[in-house]
């Protein structure tokens, strides 16, 4: 054969391949609302960056028919690219090659990036579109899961791990998202769940829709699954590439610094947060306000409100930020709320970004359902995550900071490096009213008028202790600032520790209460 006529038969045979399941599958994936693997892949990467990898690839199944069926690429694609010049490893299932789902062929050309990824220390993207383990190749199938989770596992803490729901993710299948760092799920588009709505019917014999089963408004808002959630899948490709500037390539290098950075006058600090301790506020403000071009990327925006996380710069450099939010239940932390904190930190941690937190919170939140859904065990989390944290940890006390909350934000005792509180900071064991209720009891209850006397009672608590210079004074924290000087005084810290080296004792790995 000439050479020619060998890449023309080349040419052919891609071209057949390139086309996936077929016009009929691409059509009713269009009128799902959803891009192919193909199209999703081309709107994230840099334009032309795409290299594929195993596109020849042939299933090896022959039981059920299987053997007459083409199945091209094994439906998934595989290869490397560039989002705004940085490298990324990328899988994508392709749900119009038998729905996406995952045999043995499938599961190795996933798990060969994957081994590329980890050696080449690059993130991974997965967009995820299937019917999950494929029927027909039993076991096989479970094998490639098992094998793909141990890898998730190995890479974790190593290269940033990304997840997209785009189509159904279903049994089994729904676990390599969950060991992944983030999970983006897109509005009428995204399903996940372990048992599906028909299992759900023969077994319990309810009834329900597989939106409201595991829609991505559900993970968004209810299980925590999710830490991003869009209208569209364009908008969150925009948000992935935003993601992406934010981090680094692994857990060997820190993220990228961008130039010329100053914040915007638009959100002035002073005046943000009330004087009176029990009004609330919101403080996407106060981070927006000390963020560079107000620019806070929030993670797991729908979801447990009482604490907010996210990414901002300060003079270019990306930082964490954790903060109680007094909007939502007081700024309280609770069950979600703690893990959602805990497991940024540690992502924080992992890859070298520094931490900073905003304190304003009255405690743990109290009651039967919080204690028995396990807020000992999850509440133990953020104090694990904040000391085992050896990133710059940089902690500013904006009003309230009271008992085991005190201690849980960032506080010195987690070794914070530096800890500032503005001059309405309020460092006790509780608040004045509380605490002027139990230790003064007798006195308020034997007092011709136990109103005023109860009021004199919280005033001098208040004089005494809800204030910062207690802690001042014994060295807990570092410096009294005003709300105006916090950008500087953070933006000082965290150029001070850029060489930050800390050593834990030798070990094989904590115990995390988890
Ligand atoms: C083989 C599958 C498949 C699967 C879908 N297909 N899922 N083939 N194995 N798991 C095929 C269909 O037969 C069909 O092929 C094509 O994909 C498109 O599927 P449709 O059903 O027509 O699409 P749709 O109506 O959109 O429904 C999508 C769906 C449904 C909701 C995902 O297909 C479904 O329920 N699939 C089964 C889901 C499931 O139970 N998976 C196993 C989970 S257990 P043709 O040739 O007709 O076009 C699991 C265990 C993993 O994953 C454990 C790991 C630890």
């Known amino acids: 054969m000439a050479l020619s006529s060998k890449i023309r038969e080349f040419h052919e045979k891609r071209e057949k391949l390139l086309l996936g399941g077929g016009e009929q599958t691409v059509e009713k994936q269009k009128a799902m609302g959803k891009r192919t693997a193909r199209e999703r892949i081309s709107a994230l990467l840099d334009e032309g960056s795409f290299t594929e990898y195993d596109l020849f690839v042939k299933h090896v199944a022959h039981d059920f028919d299987m053997g007459d069926k083409s199945l091209p690429g094994d439906g998934v694609i595989t290869g490397t690219g560039t989002i705004d010049g940085s490298p990324v490893a990328v899988f994508a299932q392709d749900f119009t090659v038998a729905g996406g789902s995952l045999g043995l062929m499938h599961s190795r050309k996933i798990t060969k990036i994957m081994d590329h990824a ?26 490639g899961y098992g094998e793909i989770f ?79 959630f869009a209208g569209s ?58 963020a560079d071009n107000s620019d806070f990327f929030e993670v797991m925006e729908n979801f ?92 500013v006390i904006l009003r309230k900071a009271y008992g085991g909350g005190y201690i849980a934000m960032g506080s010195r005792h987690l070794r914070a490096d530096f800890v500032f509180a503005w001059p309405a900071a309020e460092i006790a064991v509780m608040g004045p009213e509380g605490a002027a209720n139990i230790i003064f009891r007798k006195e308020i209850m034997s007092s011709a008028d136990p109103e005023e006397t109860r ?30 000087e916090t950008r500087k005084f953070i933006a000082h810290s965290l150029k001070v520790s850029e060489n930050k080296e800390i050593q834990l004792p030798p070990k094989k790995h904590g115990l995390p209460p988890f």
Not at 124 to 138: F, Y
Not at 220 to 227: F, L, Q, W
Not at 357 to 380: C, K, M, N, S, W
Request: charged residues 20%; proline residues 6%; aromatic residues 8%.
């Open 118 to 143: 980890l050696k080449m220390r690059m993130p991974l993207i997965g967009i995820n579109d299937s019917g999950g383990a494929r029927i027909q190749e039993g076991v096989n199938s479970l094998a």
């Open 304 to 395: 447990a409100g009482s604490i907010v996380i996210g990414f901002g710069r300060i003079e270019g450099r990306t930082a964490g930020f954790v903060a109680n939010q007094p909007l939502e239940m007081a700024g309280v932390l609770d069950v979600d709320s703690s893990d959602k904190a805990a497991r940024f930190i540690r992502f924080c941690d992992a890859f070298n970004i520094p931490v900073i937190t905003f304190v304003d919170i009255p405690g743990y939140l109290p009651g039967a359902d919080q204690e028995h859904a396990g807020l000992i065990r999850h509440g133990a989390k953020i104090l694990y995550s904040y000391s085992e944290a050896t990133v710059p940890k940089i902690t």
């Open 150 to 228: 141990f890898r998730n596992t190995l890479s974790s803490g190593v290269i940033p791990q990304i997840s997209v729901i785009l189509g159904p993710c279903a049994g089994g299948a729904v676990y390599s998202p969950a060991l992944t760092d983030f999970v983006f799920v897109v509005d009428n588009i995204s399903k996940m769940f372990i048992t599906g709505p028909e299992v759900i019917k023969t077994v319990l014999g309810e009834e329900i829709s597989m939106e409201d089963l595991g829609g991505a408004r559900v993970h968004s808002e209810i299980s925590g699954n999710a830490h991003f």
């Open 455 to 484: 009021r004199q009672k919280i005033e001098e608590y208040r004089k005494k202790f809800a204030n910062p210079y207690v802690a001042a004074s014994r060295g807990y924290i570092d410096a009294v600032i005003e709300p105006s």
């Open 233 to 290: 899948e364009e908008e969150c490709f925009a948000q992935i590439k935003k993601l992406i500037g934010f981090i680094p390539r692994n857990n060997t290098e820190k993220a990228g610094v961008l130039t010329s950075a100053e914040p915007l006058t638009a959100h002035e600090i002073d005046g943000i947060v009330p004087d009176d301790p029990t009004l609330p506020y919101d403080v996407r403000d106060v981070i927006k306000a000390v």
